[in-house]
């Protein structure tokens, strides 16, 4: 089992920037891609990103290409959402996702592992 748990989130106005924190424990990552979904609400969850173990593979969503950077630790099992340029569309509980090893997988299907989420709100 993994538990996987968010930080970061808060008001921001459009234009500005926040870093999103997740961070893993139990058992091993055992090499497992790391990434990001989000859901506002009355909307499906929509793929943000996601990083595979060596950091050689990142797939973006269409919305956030361009203005989101993801990146990971894995000596301290952390993976950051760095998110700039932020748009009133980007408001959305976020949640940090595991539990496959490929990027291309996470974006089909998620992984079995989720965090709880962290509220991100762009408001002026």
């Known amino acids: 089992q993994v538990q996987l748990v968010e930080s970061g989130g808060g008001l921001v106005q459009p234009g500005g920037s926040l870093r999103l924190s997740c961070v893993a424990s139990g058992r091993s990552l055992s090499e497992y891609a790391m990434g990001w979904f989000r859901q506002a609400p009355g909307k499906e969850r929509e793929f943000v990103a996601s990083?595979?173990?060596?950091?050689?593979?990142?797939i973006y969503g269409d919305s956030v290409r361009g203005r989101f950077t993801i990146s990971r630790d894995n000596a301290k099992n952390m993976v950051y959402l760095q998110m700039d340029s932020l748009k009133p569309e980007d408001t959305a509980v976020y949640y940090c996702?595991?539990?496959?090893?490929?990027?291309?997988?996470?974006?089909?299907?998620?992984?079995?592992?989720w965090g709880p989420g962290t509220q991100v709100t762009v408001s002026s």
């Open positions: 996702n595991t539990g496959v090893f490929a990027p291309a997988t996470m974006l089909r299907n998620g992984g079995r592992y």
């Open positions: 990083i595979n173990w060596t950091g050689d593979s990142i």
